[in-house]
């Protein structure tokens, strides 16, 4: 009879879900009534699984709200289908966390999470219900900066994990979050896949960034210093950059990473390689991707603080309604540091391919390729694109000279309100090819289709361009050597084709 009541006994308690596999949190003490804050029962969940050597922890048939939650090694957390685990409205409930990893701005100080894990190994995130970071609840708290929005001290992600290995985030939807939505850095063999991201608080394109809420810096997706990553079958809204790849660490790489199959759409860039660029960025393969509605650059990449950015593949891309340039490569010196680093790499931005993008409704701005002149891009091709931009610009309204900002924070704007051509600007590039373009506008536009400035080693091949009879160069060369152009045209008679 003793042993009987025993073993009754230890199976009234956590640890005997250990056959299962399984720590349903409701057996900790959660609530789920989205009102009793639940973080002490959930993570009492969490750290039963982790001491029995691994398994689920299992959040369903609620609203389970919480404050920071530590994700451990071989957890799995679990959200089921209708189930939300939604984020604290009090900044308090997220404590800061100490770190030996740079961050943006203070080191060691890291910003605050809803979800947060270091140094672990065999993470997975997933389910098909929803986390909810509440961002837009914490924000009304009045936890302000200076330019009246929310700061930074304040604003946890919904996910953060850093210098992780073996990680998967599958199938979930993140919503509201109080600044970027999920951030990985230095993890290593890395997996997120079919997730829903809707965190963007002025949805109106159309409208002024700021038309109905405050901005809350809150980017879909950040990689920084990650190594092995596949990004797949992902919808992201979000309220500043979609999909952004960084690097705060000069003696480390973003590298071997791949996105396919993603739907993305941003009040800031859609996918961009930057603007934090401390250390490499090598082997990058980006393909078979929609951005739309988008206020910055549709595709952008760049090297502003010493990267070394080479081998980059972007393929199989639709642009629609880039509010800035649809495409935007530079290089340049801002030469930011991150955290304790000292070092400043030596830039360099070389190997690119990007074929077959389509794009309509794109900003008469223009989109640029830049370089300096000590530090050129190299090796570039551009090949099977089709563009249709909004125009309506007349000769002599864009800058000139171009200033060449050399330190400046790069965006596709930064050289002024229009660029010299309407198609591409191109300056300081060494072996180009630009090959099967087709360049066209909305609204009749004055400009060149192509201006390239202090070029080396030009292929120009069947590049199909519009004009107008007041355009005064379809092509207008600027310091350019070793230049071929083959099988080009203009789509309508112009006075000059190509002047040097």
Not at 43 to 57: E, M, P, S, W
Not at 258 to 285: H, L, Q, Y
């Amino acid at each position: 009879m003793k042993r009987l009541f025993f073993l009754l006994a230890l199976a009234t308690t956590g640890l005997a879900q250990k056959p299962s596999g399984v720590w349903d949190v409701f057996a900790t003490g959660a609530k789920g009534d989205g009102k009793t804050l639940d973080t002490k029962a959930i993570q009492t969940a969490i750290d039963r699984c982790h001491a029995a050597g691994g398994g689920k922890v299992y959040l369903h048939n609620g609203r389970f709200l919480s404050g920071t939650l530590y994700l451990k090694s071989h957890v799995t957390l679990y959200v089921e289908a209708g189930a939300t685990l939604l984020g604290s409205e009090k900044a308090t409930d997220y404590p800061d966390q100490a770190s030996d990893y740079p961050t943006y701005d203070e080191h060691p100080l890291t910003s605050k999470a809803f979800l947060y894990a270091e140094n672990s190994q065999n993470i997975t995130i997933e389910g098909r219900g929803t986390i909810d970071g509440q961002g837009s609840e914490i924000d009304k708290r009045g936890l302000m900066d200076p330019y009246l929005r929310p700061s930074f001290k304040y604003r946890p992600r919904i996910i953060h994990l850093r210098g992780c290995e073996n990680v998967h985030i599958n199938n979930l939807t993140l919503q509201n979050s109080a600044s970027w939505v999920q951030t990985y850095q230095a993890c290593k063999n890395l997996v997120i896949n079919g997730l829903t991201v809707d965190s963007r608080e002025n949805k109106d394109i159309e409208k002024p960034r700021e038309t109905t809420a405050r901005h809350r810096n809150n980017d879909g997706l950040d990689l920084i210093d990650c190594e092995q990553v596949r990004i797949s079958n992902c919808f992201i809204n979000s309220g500043d950059d979609a999909i952004c790849i960084k690097s705060f660490s000069p003696d480390r790489a973003s590298r071997d990473i791949t996105v396919t199959n993603c739907v993305v759409s941003a009040n800031a860039s859609g996918i961009k390689i930057g603007t934090e660029t401390a250390g490499r960025f090598e082997d990058i393969t980006i393909q078979n991707c929609t951005v739309f509605d988008t206020r910055g650059e549709g595709l952008a990449v760049m090297t502003a603080d010493g990267a070394r950015i080479e081998r980059i593949n972007i393929s199989n891309i639709t642009l629609r309604n880039i509010k800035r340039g649809a495409l935007f490569i530079r290089l340049n010196t801002r030469n930011k540091k991150y955290g304790a680093n000292t070092v400043v790499n030596k830039p360099a931005l070389k190997d690119i391919i990007i074929e077959n993008i389509q794009g309509t409704r794109l900003a008469s701005l223009g989109c640029s390729i830049t370089g300096l002149a000590d530090y050129p891009l190299e090796n570039l091709l551009l090949r099977n694109l089709n563009f249709e931009f909004e125009g309506g610009v007349m000769a002599g309204e864009a800058p000139n000279p171009i200033p060449e900002k050399p330190d400046a924070y790069p965006v596709g704007t930064m050289f002024g309100p229009v660029l010299p051509a309407y198609g591409f600007y191109v300056r300081h590039v060494k072996n180009s090819t630009f090959d099967q373009i087709q360049l066209r506008f909305a609204k009749d536009d004055q400009r060149p289709a192509l201006v390239l400035d202090d070029v080396d080693q030009v292929v120009i091949d069947r590049l199909t361009a519009q004009s107008t009879d007041q355009t005064p160069t379809l092509i207008q060369l600027l310091n350019a050597r070793n230049t071929t152009i083959t099988n080009t045209r203009p789509t309508t008679k112009i006075p000059i084709f190509v002047k040097n």
